[in-house]
Every structure is written in C-alpha cells, then in structure tokens.
C-alpha cells in the first residue's frame, strides 16, 4: 500500500491530468444538445458540413453571422471524423479544457514554481465554471485558451527581453478574433496597455514589432473576414459588426441582468469553491497582505495577474449584454493568484479539489445528463419521426409576446428537417430580421396561421402550459394530443377550409 502511495505521489501531475481528461470527456456522449444556444452553434455546422460550405456558417438554409469560422471548423472536424452526435459536439470544447489547463501550469511554472504551478492547475480545473464549460458546446473554452495565450506571450517577451515572442501574441489574437471577433484584439491589447503604463513603461509599446506582427495578425484573424466581405457584401458587416457586436455593447440583450454586481455574483459561484477558500484565508492574513502591499512587496507578475484579472471584470461590467461566461479570460491569473496564495494549504486544495472532482463526476449521471434532456429537443425529434409517416406538415407553436419565441434549434438539429415556427400573418413583420435590433436572430422559417393547408394533417409541437392558447387560435380545427413529454405536447392538426377571420383574438 506504501508502495502505491509512494507511486502516487511521483506521478501525481500525470495522474491529476490524467482526472482531467477522464472528468472532461465523461457522459459527453449521452448529453444532450440543449437550447438555446448549444443547438445554434450545433445546427450551424451540421448545414454547412451537408452543404459542402466551410466558409460561411448557415442555419435554416441561411447565411448566419453570430459568431466567427474557427469554432465551426471544431465542430466540422468533429462531426466527420465522429459523426454528427453529442460526443463529436463536446469534443473539441473537452480538448480545449485540458489545454487550458495545461496553458495555466506552464504560465504559473514560468512565473514562479513547480509547486505553484500544480496548485493552480488544480484550481483552474476544478471550479465551476471550468465544469460547465468543458461540456459545453459554446465558443469559450477555445476563446479561453488563445485570449489568454495573447496575454501570456506578450509578458514572456516583456519580461525576457526576447521581443520575438511579441509576434507569438499577434498570432494568438489572430486566432482570438478568428473564435470570437474584435474582442479578441481590443480587450488584450488594453490590458498589456494599461499594465505597462502601471509599470512605467509604456516606451516598450515601441518595441513590440508592429509591423510584421500585423501583417501575421491580419493574415491570421483578418482573411475569413475579408473573404466572407467578398462573399456577402454590407449585410455581413452590418450583421456581425453592427448587431453581434456593436448593439451587444450598447443595448442589453437580457435587460434583467444588466446590474452592477452582476459579475460580482458570477465570480463568486463560478471560481467556487475557491472563491471563497480564498476569501477566507484573506480575511484570516488581512494583516499580513496589507503590510505587504504598504511595503510594495507585490512582485511584477503579481500586478500583472490582478491588472488582467480585475480589466477584464471591469470590461464585461461596461458592457450592455451580460452572459455568465463572458468572464472566464480572468480565471487563468485569479487561478495562478490563488494559487500562490494558498501555497502553505497545499493539503487543503487537494483534498477539496478531489471532493469536487467526485462531485463533479456524481453531477454528470445525477443532474446534468437529465437536465440537458429537459432544455432539449432530442424526444420530442425522436417522437416526431415516430408519429410522421413522412407527408405530414411540421410546425412549432412558439410565443412571440413580449419578444419571445419559445423555438428549439435542437428539435430540428435531431429531426434532420427545418420546422416552421407558426405565427400571426399581421405578426410577419415584427420578427422579421433587418435594421439595428436583436431580429436578426430569426432566422428560424416562420408560417402564417392563415397560410395553413387546409384538410391537411398537421404536427404541432407546443409547450403544454400554452396549449390553451394554441386551442383558441385554432378554435374551428381538429386536435388531438398524440404525444405529452417534459412540458412539450405534440398536436396532430385538421384545418378546415375556412380560414381563420383573426387569429389574433384569441390571446
């Protein structure tokens, strides 16, 4: 038994990424595609791989310019070489997890120590955001791992002297803007800005090769853009630059989370449970830290990580629209900080990243397997194909009050057909895209009540809590339930020939 401990012990690096892998590739093959946004990103390359189109991400048959090209291509590698499933979409986000944290050891080990770099490893890997995000199948994890390659080249190079490794940074923010968009230029580049003013050195801004570190940016971030310019014209510009981009800034997509101490909330759940480990042991050394800080005993790298960390807090914070993941570039310096500071609890963090990583795999099969089951559209798809002989008409019965659309992309990335979303005709006009608003997410085909075929079986997939809604917008037809699961209901449909006099009444 002392033999294995003592193997253990040696090989513990190897055998704590080894976890790693294991904890991110877990029941990734029986996680579902979830709504709203998974589904977007997992339709999205699903078209474009039957179209034969590795340039220009479509979705309903339409061209659709959320997000950049480099996820997609994840996402298109996986689903040929995988197949096009759950495992081949969580892939590439599960091969960017373990990078990153291998990106946040090497970082720490540059910086400090090997003891160092192994505890903020073990913490950048065990939080719960870290967990979420290694399941998901969203940009950030790739976004992740180059936005922070950008920062951890630029101060290798300023700290070494070796300037080269300057070009490695415009290469990464190539890559950066390539997974997310202007973000990835604009956000590193303050943070290296203002941690040089900080430091007094601001003349170093000269020696950063600019010239042929552009020409290695532009050739990197800059050629897709300029292809899918070539290709589309203004409404690509105006699409991803003017909405994803510009009106994300100014006007918030989700008005409720647009508070103050948003982010405030999203760090402390997110870096749990180091959140509050850290807190704690701050509270219990307060006297010591301040004394240290009043002596100036704060080492360069150390103001490097709380100048990255708290800027990119800070950004997101100015921002109109808020997501729980917007964030995450500041998990890497608050890992290697917390880290450092929790050098002499070596036995702590062990012991409590193993608690979470037993937790963490208990989530897998106890909550986070059914819960993405329920925010998906995988049964109901499968019930269609059950119920549909193969001429029924297939429709979804959505709510446009309020803004909403209750549509799942997921339902139609199993079903393997476009299913139009069912609206008032009077209504066409209001959700369709155009101009400076958040309409130019629907894309999703739409169909007017009034243009239903009449004597004509019809599949309507409805949340059962708006099933009364649906019964009062087509009063004068046949319905029959045919299939209820986890709040959604089928209606099979009989239109007679009568047309609806105004469907609008009945909401």
């Known amino acids: 038994m002392n033999k294995i401990l003592a193997m253990m012990k040696q090989h513990e690096r190897a055998l704590a990424l080894l976890a790693v892998i294991v904890l991110v590739l877990l029941g990734n093959g029986q996680l579902a595609i979830t709504d709203p946004v998974e589904s977007n990103y997992a339709l999205t390359a699903k078209e474009m791989l039957a179209a034969g189109d590795f340039t220009s991400p479509r979705i309903y048959g339409n061209y659709w310019y959320d997000k950049p090209i480099f996820f997609y291509w994840e996402l298109l590698a996986a689903f040929q070489i995988f197949g096009t499933g759950e495992f081949a979409a969580r892939f590439f986000p599960a091969v960017f997890s373990v990078l990153n944290v291998l990106e946040t050891y090497y970082f720490a080990r540059k910086l400090y120590d090997r003891a160092t770099a192994f505890l903020s490893a073990i913490i950048f890997g065990t939080t719960i955001a870290f967990f979420y995000l290694s399941k998901a199948v969203i940009t950030d994890m790739t976004f992740v791992f180059f936005f922070n390659a950008v920062l951890i080249a630029f101060y290798l190079a300023y700290r070494s002297g070796r300037r080269w490794l300057y070009l490695a940074a415009f290469f990464f923010s190539g890559l950066t803007v390539l997974t997310k968009g202007p973000i ?26 600019w010239l042929p570190g552009m020409a290695i940016f532009l050739a990197v971030g800059g050629s897709w853009y300029y292809v ?94 808020k997501y729980v993941t917007y964030t995450q570039p500041a998990f890497l310096p608050m890992a290697i900080l917390a880290g450092r500071f929790l050098l002499p609890k070596m036995r702590l963090v062990k012991r409590t990243a193993a608690c979470m990583y037993v937790l963490y795999a208990v989530l897998i099969f106890v909550a986070a397997i059914p819960l993405c089951e329920q925010q998906s559209g ?68 739409f169909l007017a009540y009034e243009d239903l075929p009449p004597e004509t079986p019809i599949l309507i997939i409805c949340e059962t809590e708006r099933l009364p809604f649906l019964r009062g917008r087509l009063a004068d037809s046949a319905l029959e339930n045919v299939y209820e699961s986890q709040g959604t209901t089928i209606v099979k449909a009989i239109v007679p020939r009568r047309r609806i006099a105004n469907p609008g009444d009945a909401e």
């Open 228 to 321: 899918m310019y070539r290709l589309h014209g203004m409404a690509f510009i105006d699409t991803f630059f003017g909405v994803h981009n510009f009106l994300r800034a100014r006007v918030a997509e989700h008005a409720r989370d647009d508070v103050f101490y948003y982010y405030t909330l999203i760090f402390l759940v997110g870096f749990a449970p180091w959140s509050f480990v850290v807190l704690y042991q701050v509270k219990k050394r307060w006297a010591e830290l301040r004394e240290r800080v009043k002596q100036r005993r704060v080492s360069d790298a150390a103001i490097f990580l709380f100048v990255w960390a708290l800027l990119v807090n800070l950004f997101f914070q100015c921002m109109a629209t």
């Open 378 to 445: 995988r049964t109901t798809a499968a019930a269609l194909r059950n119920l549909n002989p193969g001429d029924y008409l297939v429709v979804n019965y959505g709510d446009y009050n309020n803004d909403r659309i209750h549509y799942k992309a997921s339902t139609v990335f199993y079903y393997g057909e476009n299913i139009p979303e069912l609206i008032g005709r009077e209504e066409m006009e209001d959700v369709r895209p155009g101009g400076m608003s958040w309409n130019a997410k629907n894309v999703m085909p």
């Open 184 to 209: 990835g230029f604009l956000l590193p580049g303050f943070i290296l800005l203002v941690f040089l003013c900080v430091r007094r050195r601001a003349g170093e801004l000269l020696h950063m090769k």
